[in-house]
């Protein structure tokens, strides 16, 4: 299978790429779920699209990522850089800036 990379250029337009911040960056890992930062209407994919990262490329400065239906069937599988997807949390992430309610409560 060869696996198409997306070069951040959509139908001849530059488009504004996203910038993690400093937590983000180095942080998608093997099987993170992951959305799409832009449209790509050339792979009928848009901003926000789920996928899951299936291969970790270039020693992490790409990934591969499967995109599938409700039913689990997928429908494309593309390579992308780290700065074109954004990992989706399912659980509260915690940093030292986040304040407990018994810290709140203490003061």
């Avoid at 299978?1 to 997306?6: I, R, S, V």
């Avoid at 790429?17 to 050339?42: N, R, S, W």
């Avoid at 699209?49 to 599988?77: H, K, P, W």
Wanted: aromatic residues 8%.
């Amino acid at each position: 299978m060869k696996l198409a990379f997306f070069d951040g250029v959509s139908s001849g337009e530059s488009l504004p790429e996203y910038h993690p911040g400093q937590a983000e960056i180095g942080k998608i890992e093997l099987l993170d779920v992951v959305a799409l930062t832009h449209d790509m209407p050339e792979y009928n994919l848009w901003r926000g699209q789920v996928g899951t990262v299936v291969e970790i490329l270039s020693n992490g400065d790409a990934f591969e990522v499967e995109f599938s239906d409700r039913a689990g069937q997928m429908y494309e599988c593309l390579g992308f850089r780290a700065s074109q997807l954004m990992v989706l949390h399912h659980e509260p992430r915690h940093t030292q800036s986040n304040v407990t309610l018994e810290q709140l409560s203490a003061d």
